[in-house]
């Protein structure tokens, strides 16, 4: 475990998942590994909701979730972030992007923009990388319907080099930020639709900074995420957390589990008569 140069009453992580759905083994696993990280230092981990994608986001999975972790045994302190209640902040973030020329309004693929709301997930179809069609269009011209794109090249020469820390068992050490590789499998990622003024990738990093989140706890399906999330922190200049990325838990067949995983959702547990404890052990968390 690396804990960086954070002392240990300061740590601080997150747990922020989605309010479109139930829980399930998935979750408990990264929110347990989240608070044991925060526990085990004498920090602090909160909990975020990451409600920015509207035609999804249910208050009614907002209290299932926060019912399911108060059953695990979890707490957190108040009040507890929503997204949807901190867009003017992602707009600053954006007005700073825009003032340095490195985001531009596209209104090529509305598919893309939708999925740009959510985190990228493992098993989860990868949008095409963007070919750049609308790259060079000013900001002025941006039209209702349009989204925000990253200029990644542009950004990527403005940062210069750059590298994260990796805290998790998995790929511990430090990382340098690959351009190429970025130009390659990212590309210009949308940042915002200007319907909701943010998407993901902006909205989970201005989030942390905000909240003082040293060390950023997720699932490894995220590791890919992070030199993009360490390039818009140097542009945006914000603080860079330790990250710490998580083995997955999966099926009997290998992938990945998701909400439509009702069988393993917590509440189906539950409701099966499973404890607290019964769920620690199904993913192989400490009792």
């Known amino acids: 475990m690396i804990l960086g140069a954070t002392p240990a009453a300061d740590l601080r992580t997150r747990f922020a998942p989605s309010p479109t759905g139930r829980l399930h083994l998935g979750h408990a696993f990264s929110a347990l590994t989240a ?10 981990c909160l909990l975020r909701i990451e409600d920015i ?6 208050s009614a999975f907002e209290a299932a979730i926060r019912d399911d972790l108060a059953w695990l045994g979890l707490s957190w302190p108040e009040p507890v972030l929503r997204q ?29 923009m939708r999925a740009a709301l959510s985190a990228p997930q ?43 820390v990796e805290g998790g068992p998995l790929r511990p050490g430090r990382h340098a930020v690959d351009g190429e590789a970025l130009r390659a499998g990212t590309g210009d990622v949308v940042l915002a639709r200007r ?29 890919e995420a992070t030199p993009l999330h360490r390039l818009l922190q140097a542009l945006l200049g ?18 990945r589990l998701a909400k439509r995983d009702e069988a393993r ?14 769920v620690r052990r199904m993913v192989g968390f400490p009792t």
Do not use: K, N
């Open 84 to 112: 949807s209640g901190h867009l003017p902040r992602y707009a600053a973030a954006l007005d700073r992007l825009a003032a340095l020329g490195v985001v531009y309004p596209c209104r090529c693929t509305r598919a893309e």
């Open 122 to 164: 493992e098993g989860a179809p990868a949008p095409a990388v963007y070919p750049g069609t609308c790259r060079g269009r000013p900001m002025a011209g941006a039209a209702p319907g349009d989204a925000i794109r990253l200029d990644l090249g542009r950004a990527l020469a403005l940062a210069g080099p750059l590298d994260f």
């Open 53 to 58: 994608d509207t035609t999804r986001a249910r």
């Open 265 to 278: 959702a917590l509440a189906t547990l539950r409701a099966e008569g499973a404890t607290p404890a019964d």
């Open 238 to 255: 914000l603080p860079v957390p330790v990250w710490h990325h998580h083995r997955l838990i999966r099926d009997a067949a290998g992938r």
């Open 195 to 223: 319907d909701i003024g943010t998407a993901y990738h902006l909205a989970v990093v201005v989030d942390d900074a905000f909240q003082g989140i040293t060390h950023v706890v997720r699932g490894d399906d995220l590791f």
């Open 35 to 44: 608070w044991g990280l925060a526990e085990g230092a004498g920090g602090v």
